[in-house]
């Protein structure tokens, strides 16, 4: 029987003034029972809404009514047509702006919880699956992909599907790139990432770590010398960006970038951590996307007080709603219409705190919201002792500078076409390495649509 109830099944979560002392996972996840109770609000529609809003084109509609008949592996299957990473997407993905977005549910009421539906299932699978993946018969082709971020497995995990043999090379010690080094533990396990990268090991593909692409072997090295037919870059966006104001030198600054890797990657926040990170009482975050909220919660868990310090309004906030919600119920306040202009320091160069400039909104930039104009005389300034500068990032220059014949935009995007192909023949790119900063899910849809370009490229 159909659920008409407007109202989703809650997400069960930790109470916020516990995990907020804890890296433990905020999210607790639904029981089966809530579930297939959630399912049931689907309407099947013929026309799919939510599918047009999944970049990976996800059989939504299939996978929910297997879930809604109790049938969880059945779901399962359908999601492991389109997604590698299905325990990943239903945790991090922003649904509200894409499958669930375009939910008829969502017209009258709330939508179908997708993104907590695919978590479910991926996790139902995860917890029992013991048979061993099969590996498919190898159609003699070889394929590098550069960088083991979402969109590095995507493309993998798709071609090793097909029979190529597939080595991902990484640069850092351990393969996930932002799954396991920018987005942390109480919002995406890293047991889990784990988990999905093993499935790819089991079909075949190789991961060598510690491979600086650039570095240990250049693009072209790959080709001419050691046999790759195609190459797909995934390398993401790397590179922190700064304000350009006095202070950003001092002890005590951080990028997001830096402060997040430490903390995710290197477990800074274990006492016994091989890799520090300063200990802060009170944070300013500069920023108001999903990292600044990703850092800002972070430094809450170590006992900080925490200010997100960002230049236009509440409306205007680019980072997920639930995000953003979660960061307020752990008590991290909300500086809106406030702009850095100089962080202070003492005499052994230590962040003493950081001035700021009161804003108000004035006419809507190129981007399409209002600008932000200082209102003057209105100067002020913030007691903290640490400051993280999380205003985005851009890709690494090192693939550029190394790669004979790659174009680049003015500020480091690879230029592809809408297959992925770049301007060199047989090289491909996608994800944050090409669009600059976006989300898990569109790099993983670029991977997607890149692998299957290769595929056709190859059987010519």
């Given amino acids: 029987m159909a659920n008409m109830s407007p109202k989703r099944n809650v997400m069960p979560t930790q109470a916020p003034d516990v995990r907020n002392k804890n890296f433990d996972e905020v999210a607790l996840g639904y029981t089966a029972e809530a579930a297939i109770d959630e399912a049931k609000r689907c309407l099947g529609c013929k026309h799919m809404p939510c599918v047009s809003g999944c970049p990976v084109k996800i059989h939504i509609p299939a996978f929910v009514a297997k879930v809604a008949e109790g049938e969880f592996e059945e779901a399962y299957k359908i999601l492991s047509e389109a997604t590698s990473l299905p325990a990943v997407c239903g945790r991090v993905c922003p649904q509200e702006n894409q499958c669930e977005g375009k939910c008829v549910r969502g017209i009258k009421g709330e939508p179908v919880a997708i993104g907590r539906l695919e978590r479910f299932v991926a996790d139902y699978h995860n917890a029992r699956a013991d048979a061993p993946i099969e590996r498919p018969t190898s159609n003699g082709h070889k394929v590098a992909v550069v960088g083991s971020g979402p969109s590095g497995l995507t493309c993998a995990g798709d071609l090793a599907k097909k029979g190529y043999e597939v080595t991902v090379f990484e ?31 089991a079909l075949g ?79 300013a975050v500069v920023g108001g996307g999903n990292v600044a909220m990703d850092a800002a919660r972070c430094a809450r868990r170590f006992g900080a007080e925490v200010s997100i310090v960002y230049r236009r309004s509440m409306e205007e906030l680019p980072a997920r709603r639930e995000e953003v919600e979660h960061a307020i119920e752990e008590g991290i306040e909300f500086r809106l219409l406030t702009n850095p202009t100089a962080i202070l320091g003492d005499d052994k160069k230590n962040v003493t705190g950081i001035r700021c400039v009161e804003m108000e909104l004035g006419e809507p930039d190129a981007s399409g919201r209002c600008r932000p104009v200082a209102k003057e005389g209105s100067e002020f300034e913030l007691a903290v002792d640490c400051v993280i500068m999380a205003l985005g990032t851009s890709p690494n220059p090192l693939i550029k500078s190394t790669t004979k014949g790659l174009e680049t935009t003015r500020w480091g995007g690879i230029v592809t076409d809408e297959r992925g192909l770049t301007s060199r023949e047989g090289v491909y790119a996608g994800g944050d390495a090409v669009t600059g900063a976006a989300t898990v899910i569109l790099a993983m849809g670029a991977g997607k649509t890149a692998a299957a370009a290769i595929d056709r490229y190859l059987k010519k």
């Fill in 171 to 201: 640069a850092l010690h351990l393969a996930g790139g932002v799954l396991v080094y920018g987005i942390p533990e109480f919002r995406l396990p890293k047991a889990i990432v784990g988990k999905e990268i093993d499935g790819l090991r």
């Fill in 205 to 283: 593909v190789r991961i060598e770590t510690n491979a600086v692409i650039g570095k240990t072997y250049t693009v072209d090295e790959l080709m001419e010398d050691m046999g790759f037919e195609a190459v797909f870059i995934g390398t993401g966006a790397g590179l922190p960006k700064f304000m350009g104001i006095e202070g950003e030198n001092l002890n005590g600054v951080y990028s997001a970038n830096e402060f997040l890797t430490r903390v995710n990657l290197m477990k800074a926040y274990r006492e016994n951590s091989a890799t520090p990170v300063q200990r802060p009482l009170r944070v």
